[in-house]
């Protein structure tokens, strides 16, 4: 995973929010109301414009997981391998 996509990502919701933040309060609104609408604005512009960093960043978050849960189960591994051995017989000798 390229660290870029994540701060960029990163800095570009920051942004969603930080901005209308700032127009809104600079309009005097109160400042609670200003933070809930900004968070609410920068989570629809997030959503609508940010889709295809969002969907780069998961995919590499999900690859990057899902390589380090790899289980190595050398029990199951070994019973599968018996069972085809049985199997394998039993095939053999209704030939």
Known sequence: MKKTTWVWFTLMRLAAFAIPLIIML?????????????????LCVSYIFFSKTRNELSAALYEKRAAKNIPSDKDAEAEDAEVEAGLAEESKGKA
């Open 26 to 42: 600079w309009l005097g609104m109160i400042p609670w109301l200003a933070a809930t609408l900004s968070a609410i604005i920068g």
